[in-house]
T-cell receptor
Framework: AQTVTQSQPEMSVQEAETVTLSCTYD???????LFWYKQPPSRQMILVIR??????QNATENRFSVNFQKAAKSFSLKISDSQLGDTAMYFC????????????FGQGTRLTINP | SQTIHQWPATLVQPVGSPLSLECTVE??????LYWYRQAAGRGLQLLFY??????ISSEVPQNLSASRPQDRQFILSSKKLLLSDSGFYLC?????????????FGNGTRLTVT
């Protein structure tokens, strides 16, 4: 079974700073997807970014980018020029290929952006 | 565009009472559907998923059940609620047959069992 670990329960940075959230996972699969979801105080889960394991190039979405290290089974999220609206819980998730797209989530990191 | 509706938004129920949470998806056909539960301060745990009408897979043994009476309708139920059923329940959908499809979540239902 796959597991996802987020070792930082909480983080706090000043607005405009860069912050990196850590995520490691354990799997014997070779092909899979990794995701970062954001859950603001409204509790809605919002997809931030995704990475295909077969791609060596790190995914980027505007101010959000990932550092995907397949051999180390590490998938960190970097938020550049952080904004107050980035305050949220961030969840790392793993999905193996085949069948229904079942996500395995980490425990989450609560990120607070301070003005 | 696709939308997912989940209701009610909040619910307070006594122990032993029945439960019915409903989720519907619009703007897509034949979706995969999912029920997740989020306990306070924790990540999401997959409870059920469905790849078609009447096809339900359970991921963890529990006091809950799920049904899919129509293609875009997914219902989470219980005959008798337990205190441990309290939590935040999220419905989600994905594109069937597209491996890269992410999950798209509803706004969730906060259930408090008293």
């Amino acid at each position: 079974a796959q597991t996802v670990t987020q070792s930082q329960p909480e983080m706090s940075v000043q607005e405009a700073e860069t912050v990196t959230l850590s995520c490691t996972y354990d799997t014997s699969e070779n092909n899979y997807y990794l995701f970062w979801y954001k859950q603001p105080p409204s509790r809605q889960m919002i997809l931030v970014i995704r990475q295909e394991a077969y791609k060596q190039q790190n995914a980027t979405e505007n101010r959000f980018s990932v550092n995907f290290q397949k051999a180390a089974k590490s998938f960190s999220l970097k938020i550049s020029d952080s904004q107050l609206g980035d305050t949220a819980m961030y969840f790392c998730a793993f999905m193996k290929l085949g069948g229904a797209q079942k996500l395995v989530f980490g425990q989450g990191t609560r990120l607070t952006i301070n003005p | 565009s696709q939308t997912i509706h989940q209701w009610p938004a909040t619910l307070v129920q006594p122990v032993g009472s029945p439960l019915s949470l409903e989720c519907t998806v619009e703007g897509t056909s034949n979706p995969n559907l999912y029920w997740y539960r989020q306990a306070a301060g924790r990540g999401l745990q997959l409870l059920f998923y469905s790849v078609g009408i009447g096809q339900i897979s359970s991921e963890v043994p529990q006091n809950l059940s799920a049904s899919r009476p129509q293609d875009r309708q997914f219902i989470l139920s219980s005959k008798k609620l337990l205190l441990s059923d309290s939590g935040f329940y999220l419905c989600a959908w994905s594109i069937r047959g597209q491996e890269s499809s992410p999950l798209h979540f509803g706004n969730g239902t906060r259930l408090t069992v008293t």
